[in-house]
């Protein structure tokens, strides 16, 4: 059997590998920056995590906090 | 830093911002090293060339069944434990093994076609790994219905747990029927039945893949936490202004 017969087949499937490797790392590189970017802008306009940092009436109710608090 | 450290969001942040980099070096160089070794591997003396096409299907059918055991374990992790890191870990893995299911079943049928004949065939283990696909699909539709990240964990754990059902099916469904794919060949009683000229470049590239899968699951979790920081931080804003 030669490698010739089924080349198209055997390149077809790396390439598939190679697309949805890059797919992969561009979604979770992307969403990384995306986040980064959010929080950064978050933090310019004072919106900050610690409720001692956060403005005092920007504090939710403590039990909110806890659940959305990854 | 002890193991439990890493149950602090905070402290997985740092871990995963420190260890990302290097495990993506690692993953590079090892799948350097099994592209180079699959590509010198002779040709099956049945399937000739296209079992090159093994070194990326198998590993993508074992990564793709990996990652739904993340999510069960996970899956108990949110339902016993109702840690927001296990929640995290389920939602992150979710994408990433879809794609590797997905990459399975393409490969599959790209080696199908020369093989058999046919691109694809309603045959067990085929079957039970589309389902597979469509249960990873399902479970990425339904974090996205429910808006309250604590109540779509507990949703998709469920799911995720009756889900876990398929996984033994994929593994015996050539055991249990006459299927066309083949029957084991690798972990069987009794070894391998793959030829070590073929069998270690397979293991290599395993390997590359599942550290794929441990770099992409990291920066999955990471995206996740920042994620869910920012959606608390937009609330606190949207309750300030109110």
């Known amino acids: ?70 | 830093m002890a193991l439990l450290d890493l149950a602090n969001p905070s402290r997985f942040l740092g871990f995963a911002n420190r260890t990302i980099p290097w495990l993506s070096g690692v993953t590079v160089l090892v799948f350097a090293f099994g592209i180079d070794q699959a590509m010198i591997a002779p040709d099956d003396y049945q399937q000739g060339a296209t079992v090159k096409i093994m070194f990326l299907h198998v590993p993508s059918a074992w990564l793709g069944m990996l990652a739904w055991g993340v999510m069960t374990i996970a899956a108990l992790g949110t339902l016993v434990w109702r840690h927001p890191l296990a929640d995290v870990t389920a939602k992150a893995a979710a994408p990433i093994g879809a794609a590797f299911t997905l990459l399975c079943l393409v490969t599959g049928s790209l080696w199908g076609r020369p093989m058999w004949g046919t691109y694809w065939v309603w045959d067990a283990r085929l079957t039970s790994m589309l389902v597979l696909f469509l249960l990873y699909l399902a479970v990425i539709a339904l974090w996205r219905t429910v808006d309250d990240p604590s109540r779509a964990a507990r949703a998709a754990a469920i799911f995720t747990l009756v889900g876990a059902i398929d996984l033994p099916i994929i593994k015996f469904s050539v055991d249990w029927w006459n299927t066309l794919h083949q029957g084991s060949s690798i972990f069987r009683v009794g070894g391998p039945t793959i030829d070590p000229s073929i069998l270690i470049p397979l293991f290599i590239m395993a390997a590359a893949f599942t550290l794929l899968f441990a770099t992409l699951l990291l920066a999955a979790m990471r995206n996740e936490i920042l994620r869910r920081r920012v959606r608390t931080l937009r609330l606190l804003q949207a309750s300030a202004a109110s």
Request: glycine share 6%; hydrophobic share 45%.
């Open chain 1, 1 to 70: 059997m030669e490698a010739t017969n089924h080349v198209g087949f055997i390149a077809a499937a790396y390439i598939a590998a190679i697309v949805m490797i890059g797919a992969l790392s561009a979604w979770v590189m992307l969403d990384y920056h995306a986040q980064r970017r959010a929080l950064t802008d978050l933090d310019k306009r004072g919106v900050t995590r610690r409720s001692g940092t956060a403005r005092p009436e920007a504090t939710p109710p403590a039990k909110q906090t806890a659940k959305e608090e990854a």
